[in-house]
């Protein structure tokens, strides 16, 4: 990742006042829409915090700040605040991670490590047969972790494409690693770049070059 590129990890277990004051009226509707508090809390805060940090980069008030939607629902800034800053955000548990690039596509996804799935037939399903082969080598006790770093880095790459679903999760492989600190990886025009957010959290940032 360059200068240019940044991902910044968000703690969402905090009041939600304060950034529900920033959210669009489509926010606040799409907010009201979850049945639990704490999902209403979390959507909140992430969005919140998204318009926050873009509100910086472009010296605008958060509030004043709009998206427009591609065909397969991933936001982007209205073409009024130009069109050089992209972003992306995820989160999962009380987590969210939100990269920001200048001139580059980007995609972001993080996972809890919950080690309470049969993970293997997930990878199974969705995986391509080179990640199922290498990942039943990993030691049972590093399984998850594996697992969750193929995951993160499949789907940011995916979701920095911006195509959804039109890129099966199958039809592209990824190294498996068990090191905490695995260097970068190149698919295609992109880099992938695993990152350890939190205790018991993975997550991987995808740019374009």
Sequence with gaps: MTDDD????????VAPEPYYAML????????ARF?????QRRFVVARGALRELLGRYL??????IRFIYNAFGKPELHPDFGDRLRFNLAHSGDIALIAIARDADVGVDVECIEGC???ADVARSFFST???DALSRVPRDLYDQAFFSCWTMKEAYVKGRGEGLAIPLASFSVPISTDPAPAAVRCGRWSLFALRPAPGYV??????S
Excluded at 24 to 31: I, L, P, T, V
Aim: glycine fraction near 8%; hydrophobic fraction near 25%.
């Design 35 to 39: 049945r639990f508090e704490r999902d």
């Design 203 to 208: 997550g991987a940032v995808a740019v374009s």
């Design 117 to 119: 799935g049969d993970y």
């Design 6 to 13: 940044q991902c910044w990890c968000v703690r969402l277990d």
């Design 130 to 132: 080179t990640e199922v």
């Design 59 to 64: 010296d605008t008030d958060p509030g004043q």
């Design 24 to 31: 669009s009226d489509d926010e606040r509707n799409r907010s």
